[in-house]
Nanobody
Framework: QVQLVESGGGLVQAGGSVRLSCGAS?????????MAWFRQVPGKEREFVAA??????????DYADSVKGRCTISRDNAKNTAYLQMNSLKPEDTAVYYC??????????????WGQGTQVTVSS
């Protein structure tokens, strides 16, 4: 099993920035897992935001078109932690942000494990 705990959400003004963190733990978790961020607004489907995995000696990332250029996903394998840096925030970025993990990078958009979510609210 894998446990994921997000932190770093809150109220941010439009144009501002936020950095979300996700700590992973569990007997089966390893640095080879892909880690991802999703977001969800009430009444809408959960939306993929970004993912990252270590493949060979490099990190590979994937971003949703809606956040490209404004978001950076990163990870610290020594801490089993993934981060999502979001800049130039817009009111439409308001959502609950979920951390997720998948054993294989190919499953980054349909991950097996989920955190409980952290609210990000962007005020105009």
């Amino acid at each position: 099993q894998v446990q994921l705990v997000e932190s770093g959400g809150g109220l941010v003004q439009a144009g501002g920035s936020v950095r979300l963190s996700c700590g992973a733990s569990g007997r089966t978790f390893s640095s080879t897992y892909a880690m991802a961020w999703f977001r969800q607004v009430p009444g809408k489907e959960r939306e993929f935001v970004a993912a990252i995995a270590a493949i060979s000696w490099n990190y590979i990332t994937d971003y949703a078109d809606s956040v490209k250029g404004r978001c950076t996903i990163s990870r610290d394998n020594a801490k089993n932690t993934a981060y999502l840096q979001m800049n130039s925030l817009k009111p439409e970025d308001t959502a609950v942000y979920y951390c997720a993990a998948a054993k294989y990078y190919r499953d980054r958009r349909v991950p097996e494990y989920w955190g409980q979510g952290t609210q990000v609210t962007v005020s105009s």
